[in-house]
């Protein structure tokens, strides 16, 4: 639900000013990680394909492939609130999303068209939340 995905956000999103430097993200594209679910908000920076992927490995979500860790994932999602009803769809959706761009050999490339379909896709299954609503949770963690 979007409900679980606001928490997803608002604590994967701490990770976003550790990984600035190395992934060459500024605050011009992209301020506070909330935004990217913006309508504003467009997926299309390579910057931020490389802050994903910074971001995600501190949580040890990728294999070295950058693909996303399945089991990883599931578990980390799992830990917020009403986790579990939001866990196996959003694998599946990012997954189903990997799919479609496996074709791209630079990372960061790829994973920003990935995070774009992922973003578009979950929209689509009403589980993307409003920037309001991450808003709103962001003090706990
Ligand atoms: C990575 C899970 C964090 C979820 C927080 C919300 C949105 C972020 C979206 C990007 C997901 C793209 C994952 C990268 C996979 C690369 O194959």
Known sequence: TAEVMSHVTAHFGKALDECREEAGLSTDVL??????????FEVVHRELGCALICMSNKLSLLHDDTRVHRVNMLDYIKNFPN?????????????NCEKQFDNI???????????????????????????????TVIELY
């Open 83 to 95: 986790g579990e009803v939001l866990s196996e769809k959003m694998v599946t959706l990012i997954k």
């Open 31 to 40: 301020d506070e990680f909330k935004n990217f679910w913006s309508e504003d």
């Open 105 to 135: 050999k630079d990372d960061c490339d790829r994973t920003v068209k990935v995070a774009a379909c992922f973003k578009a896709d979950a929209k689509k299954e009403g589980i993307a939340p409003e920037v309001a609503m991450v808003e």
